[in-house]
């Protein structure tokens, strides 16, 4: 297989999956039928121009250059999916409960999201505070965000 066959398949992978180090990569590639060693997966990292990026875990990740807005918000997305069980409006507050020890995670990519609308989060166990910048309807952000529950209910 050709450069650019394992090019796409390296960004191919790191859109689909948590890779934070050149073994990983190089494994993960292997297990796609790909023989490469180490230097090369070094050598496609700098071509491709990936970049390492916090994951809503924590880790640190390979990750395309220039993740778009759009990118973050299908994450955000995609985390309000997995994490969230409900979602109301108190007041200038948005909170959101998730399962029990879920709550900082789903704090976290909705941090990294960098949503125009959120000031900051708080995280508990089970509940997030969403603290709104001025001017931002938290009945309005409750309704964005219940749209992406209503999404994952039909999936």
Same mark, same amino acid.
């Given at each position: 297989? *050709?450069?650019?066959?394992r090019?796409?398949a390296?960004l191919?992978l790191v859109?689909?999956?948590?890779l ?18 180490q ?6 990292i700098?071509?491709?121009? @990936? ?7 924590g ?11 759009a990118?973050?918000?299908?994450a ?13 409006a108190?007041g ?27 000031a ?5 166990? *089970?509940?997030?505070?969403?603290? @709104?910048?001025d ?9 964005e965000?219940a ?9």
């Amino acid at each position: 297989m *050709n450069r650019k066959e394992r090019q796409a398949a390296i960004l191919r992978l790191v859109g689909e999956r948590a890779l934070s180090t050149q073994a990983e990569l190089a494994a993960a590639l292997h297990d796609g039928g790909f023989d490469v060693v180490q230097t090369t997966v070094s050598r496609d990292i700098a071509e491709l121009g @990936l970049v390492k990026v916090r994951a809503p875990s924590g880790r640190l990740v390979y990750a395309p250059p220039g993740a778009s807005d759009a990118d973050k918000l299908r994450a955000l997305g995609s985390a309000m999916r997995r994490y969230a069980v409900g979602v109301e409006a108190a007041g200038s507050l948005v909170v959101i409960t998730t399962p029990s020890g879920f709550a900082s995670a789903l704090g976290q990519a909705m941090d990294e999201a960098g949503h125009p609308a959120i000031a900051g989060t708080i995280a508990g166990d *089970n509940t997030i505070f969403v603290a @709104l910048h001025d001017g931002i309807s938290a009945g309005a952000f409750r309704d964005e965000l219940a749209r992406y529950l209503a999404r994952g209910a039909a999936a």
